[in-house]
Nanobody, 124 residues
Framework: QVQLVESGGGLVQAGGSLRLSCAAS????????MAWFRQVPGKAREIVAA????????YYANFAKGRFTISRDNAKNTVYLQMNSLRAEDTAIYYC?????????????????WGRGTQVTVSS
């Protein structure tokens, strides 16, 4: 039903910034809590950030606090992840996820829809 498409990934130098976007279609976007996860080869997927239906309540993983900002524009059916002060260890595939509830969860099992991911590579 719900389709998610990420964009904005690429190669960036350490200390630089990148803005990811996630365009949603096929559902009522304002009814869904949204999140960003990331994954590197050989490791489990981990949450980066999440927010509720309006964007007024957010969650950040410890490594993301102070560096990353999650936001949403319900009029555009889009979620964003602004990433600043990037480090080599931020290199991963970043996934957008949607949950059919108004409030966020930190566990990936709580999310019903997933994008295909966008690669972020940080060079040192």
């Amino acid at each position: 039903q719900v389709q998610l498409v990420e964009s904005g990934g690429g190669l960036v130098q350490a200390g630089g910034s990148l803005r990811l976007s996630c365009a949603a279609s096929g559902g009522t976007f304002s009814n869904y809590a949204m999140a960003w996860f990331r994954q590197v080869p050989g490791k489990a997927r981990e949450i980066v950030a999440a927010l509720n239906w309006s964007g007024g309540n957010t969650y950040y993983a410890n490594f993301a606090k102070g560096r990353f900002t999650i936001s949403r524009d319900n009029a555009k059916n889009t979620v964003y992840l602004q990433m600043n002060s990037l480090r080599a260890e931020d290199t991963a595939i970043y996934y957008c996820a949607a949950r059919n509830a108004l409030h966020w969860r930190a566990d990936d099992a709580a999310y019903n829809y997933w994008g295909r991911g966008t690669q972020v590579t940080v060079s040192s």
